[in-house]
Structures are given as C-alpha cells and as structure tokens.
C-alpha cells in the first residue's frame, strides 16, 4: 500500500499564497504520476494539477493556471503546490494522489487525507 500525508492547509485570506506538501510512504516504487485534487463544500471533487515521475510533464486545470505551482522532489518523495493569489472560491478540501501510471492525467489509486484551505475574502 502507499500512504500519503498531506500537510500545509490553513486559513488565509484571498489574494494571499499557501504551499501543500504531500509526502508518500510504504510502497512508493509502485507509483509514478502525483497530483492534486480538491472537494469544496457541495461540489463534486476536481483536479487541480499533475507531474510525472521526472517532472517533465505537467497538467494543470484552467482555473489555476499561472497561479498554482506543481513540483515534486523524488528524494524525498514529496510533492508540492504553491497557491499564489488565492480566490474565496477556493475555498476547499485539498487532496493528494497518486497513480500507478506516469501519467498526470490519472487514474489515480491512491489518496491522502485531505487537508482543508480556507480563503477569507
């Protein structure tokens, strides 16, 4: 199995900028392609943004584009997402995945907790 352990939610108000760490443990081998979700309050859950094992593809939805960074660091097998100039609409829960497949655009078969971005406007 692999476990993944979101962290780095919090509250903050809109226009302001957050970075999500997701660090993956147990059977890491087994997984290449990471990515970001989100599930805000009576919506269904979106994708927001995925990278491949070597970083050289990377997906993002259109709302985000330009704001929201991808990354990833294999050595510590963590990835990460900067949030820059953060909407109240973004308000959501924030969740990390994995796929089984170097290939951003899924199916993911893993996922973390989720960790909760609160955007105050």
């Known amino acids: 199995q692999v476990q993944l352990t979101e962290s780095g939610g919090g509250l903050v108000q809109a226009g302001g900028s957050l970075t999500l760490s997701c660090a993956a443990s147990?059977?890491?081998?087994?997984?290449?392609?990471l990515g970001w979700f989100r599930q805000a309050p009576g919506k269904e859950r979106e994708f927001v943004a995925g990278?491949?094992?070597?970083?050289?593809?990377?997906y993002y939805t259109d709302t985000v584009k330009g704001r929201f960074t991808i990354s990833r660091d294999n050595a510590k097998n963590t990835v990460y997402l900067q949030m820059n100039s953060l909407k109240a609409e973004e308000t959501a829960v924030y969740y990390c995945?994995?796929?089984?497949?170097?290939?951003?655009?899924?199916?993911?078969?893993?996922w973390g907790q989720g960790t909760q971005v609160t955007v105050s406007s």
């Open positions: 995945a994995a796929c089984r497949k170097n290939d951003p655009a899924g199916p993911y078969s893993y």
């Open positions: 147990g059977r890491i081998f087994s997984i290449d392609a």
């Open positions: 990278i491949t094992y070597g970083s050289s593809t990377i």
